[in-house]
Nanobody, 115 residues
């Protein structure tokens, strides 16, 4: 099983980034996919989730209206489009795949918002 995140980097406030998470080794379409983030000296927090099947989504209040999670089951990839980035969005962003008791994590990608 592998989850490989990409797309992180340094961006100015107000800018945009798109994160990708390429999955392999499991039936991607059956899994709930999520993005979490963790800033220094804070707990990991859920940013966005997209479910299997109909692909319903949920977002943390702090990112609603700015971030969009999507998935491409044909490419086994989940995305996080991040717009209007703020300084407080700076964190390591992690991809997560969950199906009942099966729970997989990527290695994380750094997003730094700074002027």
């Amino acid at each position: 099983v592998q989850l490989v995140e990409s797309g992180g980097g340094l961006v100015q406030p107000g800018g945009s980034l798109r994160l990708s998470c390429a999955a392999s080794g499991f039936t991607f379409s059956s899994y709930r996919m999520s993005w979490y983030r963790q800033a220094p000296e804070t707990e990991r927090e859920l940013v966005a989730v997209i479910r299997s099947g109909g692909g319903s989504t949920d977002y943390a209040d702090s990112v609603k209206g700015r971030f969009t999670i999507s998935r491409d089951n044909a490419k086994n990839t989940v995305y996080l489009q991040m717009n209007s980035l703020k300084l407080e969005d700076t964190a390591v962003y992690y991809c997560n795949a969950r199906f009942y008791l099966r729970d997989y994590w990527g290695q994380g990608t750094q997003v730094t918002v700074s002027s």
